[in-house]
Structure formats: C-alpha cells, structure tokens
C-alpha cells in the first residue's frame, strides 16, 4: 500500500518525507521541519516511528533511478 504522496527529490535530508509533505500540501519546508522536530521531541509523538513507516509508504520521486 503506498499513499499518492511523493517524497521529495530535492528537499530532502535523509529521505524527502518531510519535504515530499510540504510539498504536496503547500507547506513552508522549514516550517513543516521545524514543527516535525518539535513533535518529535514529545514524549507522545513517536516520531521516528511515523518517519519510517511514511518513507516506506511513500511512492519514489520521478526521478530517482
């Protein structure tokens, strides 16, 4: 199952999720960033968990080979 989100090619850090969101729903990347880190640092988000399992759901950038 793949959601019809796509990671970003060239707003990316480790994957593109956080850059493939912000653009799909025309967010501020270091907005978007800067509220994921944040989320993440509470002990109720499990951030790392929802990185993961986004990058896996994802569809690949265009691009990528």
Known sequence: MHIPVKRSQYDRILSG????LCNHFDWNLTLGR???V????TPVFPGILVYLG????MEKPDDVQ
Do not use: P
Request: glycine fraction near 14%.
């Open 17 to 20: 999720v956080i850059g493939g």
């Open 38 to 41: 944040l989320l993440t640092l």
């Open 34 to 36: 800067i509220i994921y």
């Open 54 to 57: 986004l990058w896996l759901l």
